[in-house]
């Protein structure tokens, strides 16, 4: 089970719980490589965001295209503001995460 807090005891929004399940499906469905035909399918796309208090990195997604990612940073931006945490960036990837939480190390 992926940890729904990261340092400083924020936790993770509605908004991001609600796409976890959405993530472990995708993630399992879709591998980034297809060894039937030998070509490789293309990662999903996640909106990145760095805070510095706490310090972490969640990844929120994922999204079908670039421009359904760059449409929802806004909610995840707002519900990381609510809960006073400072962003210190944010990046449209298109990868596949192995958490959608990373704590410091």
């Known amino acids: 089970m992926l940890s729904e807090k990261c340092a400083g005891d924020l936790s993770i929004s509605k908004l991001a719980r609600s796409n976890m399940s959405y993530y472990n499906s995708f ?3 879709c591998p980034p490589y297809n060894r ?3 070509s490789k399918r293309q990662f999903p796309w996640w909106v990145k965001i760095a805070t510095a208090k706490p310090q972490c990195v969640y990844y929120f ?14 909610g995840y931006l707002e519900d990381l503001s609510q809960e006073q945490a400072k962003v210190v960036s944010i990046e449209i990837k ?3 995460p192995k958490l959608l939480t990373i704590p410091p190390e």
């Open 36 to 38: 039937d035909n030998k």
């Open 94 to 96: 298109q990868e596949q």
């Open 61 to 74: 997604g994922p999204f079908d295209n670039q421009s359904k990612a760059v449409k929802s940073q806004s």
């Open 27 to 29: 993630s399992t469905a």
